[in-house]
């Protein structure tokens, strides 16, 4: 779950990330 702390601290790339777990 590092990787997911290191998109959290990042909204930029949390936000795209978020779309790639839903899709």
């Not at 290191?6 to 899709?23: H, M, V, W």
């Amino acid at each position: 779950t590092d990787y997911d702390n290191t998109l959290n601290s990042i909204p930029s790339l949390r936000i795209p990330n978020i779309a790639t777990y839903t899709g």
